[in-house]
C-alpha cells in the first residue's frame, strides 16, 4: 500500500467520527487542544458504543467476509461475532486484533487508549491500573500491547528525508563505583534523529535502540530509517560516517563535551527531544529494562509524531489495534 493510499484509508477509517465532535473550533488550537475527558465519556462510556467505534474501525467501507469476500452478514447476538450470509464463517469483533481473546470489556481498553494516547510522557503501568480498575499486571500487559500497536504503526512510516539532526544517548544511570560515559553498565544505547523543515523546524522523530554506535550498526540503521540524499547532520563522533552507506549527504560537527554541546543551533530539535524523552522516563517509569526500552522510546516519538492531532489521537490508536496482529504474553514479556 502507497503511503497516500495508506493515509487516505487511515482517515476513512476514523473520519465519521470528527462529525460527532462538539462546538464550533478548527484549525492547530482545535488539534491540539485534545479530548477532555468529559468528551470522551460522551464518545466511549458505554460497551455498545466502543463496539460500533471498532466496527466502524475495522469494516467502514462495508463488512466482507475474510473466506469468499461476500459482504452479506448477520450479527450473533450477544455474542459481537459476525456470520457470513453464504458460506456460515464466523468473525469475532476483536478477532485478529491487539484485543483477540480479551477478557476485560472494551470500555476498558479504550480508557486506556484514552490515557495513553493524551498523557505526553506516557503513564506508569501502577497509575495506569488505578485509573482502570485493574490489578497492576493486567495494566502493564495493556499498556505494552497497546505499545506494540504503536510500534507497528511507526514502522510503517516513509523514512525521515531532509535534513535530519542525529544524536547518540543513552537510557539508564550511572552506578556508584561503575564506569561512566559509553559502555557504562546498565545503560541502554539508543539513537535520536530529528527531520527538520527548511526552516530547521521539527516534523518527525525516531527512537531506535542500537548494540553499539559502531559503524556497522549505524549502516544498518541509516539504510533502514533515513531516504538516500538526506542530509544528516551529526556530532563528531567516528561511527556517523556510515550514513554514507545509505546514500545520505553527512555533516559532522564537533562539538566537544560539557553542558555547552547540548547548546549548539545545529542540533536544538534532538537535544530538545533527547532532553524530554529522559525527563519523561525518569518522572514517570524511574526505571525502563533493556528488552522493553524500544517500546517506551517507540511509544513517545509516536506522540510527538502526531503533536498536533491531540484530538484524534484516541481514534488514531484505537485504528492501529484494529489493524495489528494479536501480541501473546509470551512475546510481550520477551521484549
Not at 31 to 52: H, N
Not at 187 to 195: G, H, I, L, S
Request: hydrophobic residues 40%.
Amino acid at each position: 500500500v502507497t503511503p497516500i493510499r495508506h493515509r487516505a484509508s487511515i482517515q476513512a477509517g476514523f473520519g465519521w467520527l470528527r462529525s460527532m465532535r462538539m462546538g464550533t473550533e478548527s484549525g492547530l488550537r482545535q488539534r491540539v487542544r485534545g479530548l477532555s475527558e468529559a468528551g470522551f465519556r460522551q464518545r466511549y462510556g458505554t460497551e455498545a458504543q466502543c463496539r460500533a467505534a471498532l466496527f466502524q474501525l475495522r469494516w467502514g467501507k462495508g463488512w466482507a467476509c475474510p473466506g469468499c469476500a461476500h459482504g452479506g452478514h448477520a450479527e450473533l447476538k450477544g455474542r459481537a461475532v459476525y456470520q457470513c450470509n453464504r458460506c456460515k464463517r464466523q468473525v469475532g469483533l476483536t478477532a485478529g486484533t491487539v484485543f483477540h481473546w480479551t477478557k476485560l470489556p472494551l470500555t476498558t481498553w479504550f480508557l486506556a487508549i484514552y490515557h495513553l494516547s493524551q498523557s505526553k510522557g506516557g503513564m506508569s503501568s501502577v497509575e495506569l491500573a488505578r485509573r482502570l480498575g485493574t490489578r497492576q499486571p493486567t495494566a502493564w500487559l495493556i499498556k505494552h500491547k497497546l505499545m506494540a500497536a504503536m510500534e507497528q504503526r511507526e514502522a510503517e512510516k516513509p523514512k525521515l528525508a531532509g535534513r535530519v539532526e542525529v544524536d547518540d544517548a543513552y537510557l539508564g544511570g550511572r552506578r556508584a563505583g561503575g564506569k561512566r560515559g559509553r559502555g557504562a553498565a546498565g545503560k541502554t544505547p539508543f539513537v535520536a534523529a530529528v527531520e527538520t523543515t527548511a526552516e530547521r523546524k521539527p516534523r518527525r522523530l525516531k527512537l531506535t535502540v542500537v548494540k553499539g554506535f559502531r559503524k556497522k550498526e549505524i549502516a544498518t540503521l541509516a539504510k533502514r530509517d533515513l531516504a538516500a540524499g538526506s542530509n544528516v547532520v551529526t556530532d563528531g563522533l567516528s561511527c556517523w560516517a556510515a550514513v554514507g552507506e545509505a546514500g545520505c549527504g553527512h555533516f559532522p560537527m564537533v562539538t566537544g563535551a560539557g553542558p555547552g554541546a547540548a547548546k549548539w543551533v545545529p542540533f536544538t530539535w534532538v537535544n530538545t527531544a533527547l532532553g524530554n524523552i529522559k525527563t519523561a522516563l525518569a518522572g514517570t517509569y524511574h526505571h525502563v529494562s533493556a528488552k522493553h526500552a524500544q517500546r517506551y522510546l517507540t511509544s513517545f516519538a509516536w506522540r510527538f509524531n502526531r503533536r498536533f492531532q491531540l484530538d484524534t489521537l484516541t481514534e488514531r490508536l484505537a485504528y492501529a489495534c484494529a489493524r495489528t496482529a494479536p501480541h501473546s504474553y509470551r512475546v510481550i514479556t520477551a521484549g
